[in-house]
Structure formats: structure tokens, C-alpha cells
């Protein structure tokens, strides 16, 4: 399977319509490109940085008018699609939440972000219950996280134990947290035995300073793919022989003992 990556800062006017055209010109770049798959950034939609008034008036259900015009994105260039965005929950909540898009535009996954980031994530959204749930797209059992999600093994794990073979990440990552890129996601993946997908925002948004680097974790350790600093579609092949040879090599997930792991787990 290949994946593309995109790097983005989005519209400058963090506008819905704006943020899908440019989505849709992006879709048909990766599939020109043979891309089975593409991973669009954290609050992609809407900015992530833009404060709890706007959080409420441009949240979505996860079937709203954005996710049709996804759909049909979709649909049009053959491509499967994840992105994040701003959910509006049934009972009015709002979560930071991405959406997972097979090619034909059929809705296979939704996730709310689990692990809320500092003031800024909390004065806008309510957590996600964190299911570690999966979807089948192009033969790969999918799971999803975003952003400091993927921060916390235990969220991580729970997704290898489901049986997933990737995990898709928007992510909203900025200065000077490199570490998750360059350290966390690859280890990530080698301790999993899976692909780890990491794409992040670039540029300014408010006071916060995206430093890009959105990357592919490889189930064989290190990454597959580091993007730069700036905007940018990085693309990754994805081989079922590879996972196969890294879990012949890699027991961690067989090696497992939660019987001596005690509180420390829970």
C-alpha cells in the first residue's frame, strides 16, 4: 500500500470550504502519484489553534455537510482519506476527532483524540472514551490516534493487541517537542510491530510554532520517511512482507506478562 503524508499549514483563514478544496487538490496529487491513502494533519478542517467560540461554531457531526464533501473527494480521485477536524457530538459535545475514508468514499472510521493537550485542548474539547477500534482498508487492519495520543504506550499497545497493522496519527506537534518524531513514533512501531503514521501541521497558527517533520515509523525500527519543517506531501510504501519479518523477529506483544505488570497497567 502506499501512503501519503501531507505536511500542511492549511488555509490561513481556517476555512472549512477553503481547507476542503485544497484537500481535494491534494488527494488528486497523491493518487496521481499512486497513493492508495492519504493523511491529512490534526484539526485540519478548521486550524487547531483557534479557541473554544470557534471550536463550537464550526464543529461538525461526523456525517455533517464537510464529510459528505469528503466523501465525494474521495470518490472522485479513488483515494482513501483521513483527516481531523472539530466533532460535534450527539449529545453536544464537541471532540477533537479524525475521520478515516475508504475510496469509495464510505465512512469507516471515526475517533475522538483520547489525551487532551494542556489548556488549549481542554478549554475546547471533551476526551474520547479511547476505543481501540479497527478498520480493514487494502488488506491492513487500521487503527487511529491523534496527536499526544500516540504519547502514551498503553493507548499505543492496546491498538497491537486489537491486531492492527497501522496506525494513523494527524498530529498538531509543535516546538520543541522533535522527540516525538524522531524518537517516539519509530520506537512506537518497533515495540508494536506495526507502521506508524505521523502527520503533522506546519508553520505559525497564534503562538504556536508546527515543526513539521511528519514521518512513517517502521515496524523494522527508525522511520521510513522524515518530512521537513515546511509544507509538503511525503509518500511511504507500506509492505505486508515487512510487518510479517519484524513480528518473526520482534516478540515483544507474544513476550507480554501483564500478569507481573500490576497497577502500572491500569
Same mark, same amino acid.
Given at each position: =500500500? ?6 500542511? $499549514? ?15 487538490? $491534494? ?39 464537510? $464529510?459528505?464533501? *469528503? *466523501? ?55 476526551? !474520547? ?14 487503527? =487511529? ?65 508546527? =515543526? ?9 525500527? !527508525? ?12 509518500? *511511504? ?30
Amino acid at each position: =500500500m502506499r501512503l501519503a503524508l501531507w505536511q500542511t $499549514a492549511g488555509d490561513p483563514g481556517n476555512d472549512p470550504a477553503a481547507n476542503l478544496d485544497r484537500l481535494d487538490a $491534494a488527494a488528486a496529487k497523491a493518487a496521481e502519484g499512486g497513493a492508495d491513502l492519504l493523511l491529512a494533519p490534526e484539526m485540519f478542517l478548521t486550524g487547531y489553534n483557534i479557541g473554544r467560540e470557534a471550536a463550537l461554531a464550526k464543529a461538525e457531526p461526523a456525517d455533517g455537510p464537510s $464529510a459528505r464533501h *469528503a *466523501a465525494d473527494i474521495a470518490r472522485a480521485h479513488g483515494i482513501g482519506l483521513c483527516y481531523g477536524y472539530p466533532e460535534r457530538g450527539d449529545g453536544g459535545a464537541i471532540y477533537n476527532s479524525c475521520l478515516l475514508l475508504d475510496k469509495d468514499g464510505t465512512r469507516l472510521l471515526n475517533f475522538r483524540k483520547t489525551h487532551l493537550f494542556g489548556d488549549l485542548d481542554r478549554a475546547m474539547f471533551a476526551p !474520547g472514551e479511547g476505543t481501540a477500534e479497527l478498520a480493514r482498508f487494502e488488506g491492513y487492519g487500521v487503527g =487511529m490516534l491523534i496527536c499526544y495520543d500516540v504519547e502514551f504506550p498503553e493507548a499505543v499497545r492496546a491498538l497491537a493487541l486489537a491486531g492492527a497493522d497501522l496506525v494513523l496519527v494527524p498530529t498538531a506537534n509543535m516546538k520543541p517537542y522533535d522527540a516525538v518524531s524522531l524518537y517516539v513514533v519509530p520506537a512506537r512501531a518497533f515495540e508494536n510491530e506495526f507502521y506508524v503514521a505521523y502527520a503533522n501541521r506546519c508553520g505559525v497558527e497564534g503562538e504556536l510554532d508546527y =515543526m513539521g517533520l511528519s514521518c512513517v515509523g517502521d515496524p523494522m525500527g !527508525g522511520n521510513l520517511v522524515l518530512a521537513g519543517d515546511g509544507e509538503e506531501l511525503i509518500v *511511504a510504501d507500506l509492505d505486508p512482507a515487512r510487518l510479517r519479518e519484524a513480528r518473526r523477529l520482534s516478540t515483544h506483544l507474544g513476550d507480554r506478562r501483564p500478569e507481573v505488570y500490576g497497577r502500572s497497567s491500569r
